[in-house]
């Protein structure tokens, strides 16, 4: 029982649509920019009453219904009342004047002049200027299951988590082993080039004794470093 009396005093205190023309809807927001000055001159909680803005409006133009919504402005007022703090209210009254003037200014289209905008769009449309839709090719729609099957997974693995910040998580991993893999053979390379150049080639390591001087040359030598007492 007490649960139905919620529902009916939630459904009773929701805001109603009407159905209005334009000079109605400029003569209501006269009315709602009344009821804001009163509440920034005296801030009460009789003066500042959302309720006293009025319904939601309905406002049926030539080109199709319009809807124009008032929970901004029922909002400012239930702050006022609440905080007592009227500071806010004075952009609600710039917003309120500035749509009025906008209102009054208004030149709405009547029913020919719609339907004649209508068939040039139709006709913008049929003339081929525009890129037509194409239908999705075989691999394009096997891409697409692809990274579906995948959010999937990463939606499962990280328990709610978003994607996005998996896949982000994913390609910067990447990229710091594929940069730490590229630096790592990099220096074997170099260490390798340098081994290479101290290493001496095993011909010139390992001496060939067949071909060897010949022993004029090495008496010679040899006589050479006696006269210079090079008796080692």
């Known amino acids: 029982m007490r649960l139905t009396w919620l529902l009916v005093l939630a459904v009773s205190s929701m805001p109603l649509q009407r159905s209005c023309s334009l000079d109605e809807l400029r003569q209501q927001l006269l009315h709602a920019n009344e009821v ?12 500042c009453d959302p309720s006293a803005v009025g319904p ?5 133009l030539a080109g199709g219904t319009r809807r124009v919504e008032f929970g901004w402005l029922r909002l400012a007022l239930a702050d006022a009342q609440k905080s007592r703090n009227v500071a806010a209210l004075a952009s609600v009254r710039q ?3 500035r ?8 030149n709405p289209l009547t029913a020919a002049q719609v339907k004649d905008e209508q068939g040039k769009l139709r006709e913008i449309l049929a003339s081929g ?8 090719s075989f691999w394009a729609r096997m891409w697409n299951r692809l990274f579906l099957w995948l959010d999937g997974i990463l939606r499962r693995a990280g328990r709610g988590a978003s994607s996005t910040q998996w896949i982000s998580q ?10 730490c893999g590229g630096l790592i053979w990099w220096l074997s390379r170099i260490r390798r080039k340098q081994e290479l150049v101290l290493k ?17 040359v090495w008496l010679a030598q040899a006589r050479l470093l006696a006269q210079e007492q090079h008796w080692r």
């Open 36 to 47: 804001v000055a009163a509440c920034a001159a005296s801030a009460t909680e009789a003066v």
């Open 56 to 60: 939601d409006d309905k406002v049926t």
């Open 95 to 97: 917003r309120i004047e």
């Open 99 to 106: 749509e009025v003037s906008e209102l009054a200014t208004a």
């Open 129 to 136: 200027a525009f890129p037509q839709p194409e239908p999705e």
């Open 170 to 179: 994913i390609l910067m991993l990447a990229l710091l082993g594929i940069g």
């Open 200 to 216: 001496k080639p095993v011909a010139e390591r390992t001496p060939n004794r067949s071909a060897g001087p010949a022993w004029e």
